[in-house]
């Protein structure tokens, strides 16, 4: 997988939707610098994809904390997955979150928003989307 990895170091646009085990296997490279160049990959990236890859909370902050320059990003399908953003949105817990919710142009939030008040949150830091998908 590392080798497919480096050779789209100038990747602009992810997906790895439905794709659990290699999403899984990526962000885990991430938490425990397994893999140090895997840092610096992908900084260009302007759109990912994590949809319905069943994230965990740590999963979720790990990703973000190393992808700042997205401009859209989809968490559809991942329960409960909202709640953890605006919790990490409204605590300030990822530095630079609230910068890449600020630029973020599309967030696809489909069927992970619980309440009104996590959209809320979540809508406060995400001030310039240009698109929004919730259900």
């Known amino acids: 997988m590392l080798a497919i990895l480096r050779a789209c170091e100038n990747?602009?646009?992810?997906?790895l939707g439905w794709n659990r085990g290699i999403a899984?296997?990526?962000i885990y490279a991430l938490q425990k610098n397994t893999v140090p160049e895997l840092r610096n990959l992908f900084k260009?990236?302007?759109?990912?994809?994590l949809y319905a890859t069943q994230l965990q909370r740590s999963?979720?902050?790990?990703?973000?904390?190393?992808?700042?320059?997205l401009e859209t990003l989809n968490l559809g399908w991942n329960q409960g997955?909202?709640?953890?953003?605006?919790?990490a949105l409204s605590e300030n817990t990822v530095p630079g979150l609230r910068d890449?919710?600020?630029d973020l142009k599309g967030l696809n939030l489909r069927d992970t928003v619980q309440n009104h008040l996590e959209l809320?949150?979540?809508?406060?830091?995400?001030e310039n989307l240009e698109e929004?998908?919730?259900k």
């Open 11 to 15: 990747l602009e646009t992810l997906d």
């Open 132 to 134: 929004l998908q919730i």
């Open 24 to 26: 899984r296997s990526l």
């Open 120 to 126: 809320k949150t979540i809508l406060q830091f995400c």
């Open 100 to 102: 890449l919710c600020k």
């Open 81 to 87: 997955i909202a709640r953890h953003l605006a919790y």
């Open 44 to 49: 260009n990236l302007k759109s990912l994809s």
């Open 59 to 69: 999963q979720l902050l790990t990703i973000l904390g190393f992808y700042k320059n």
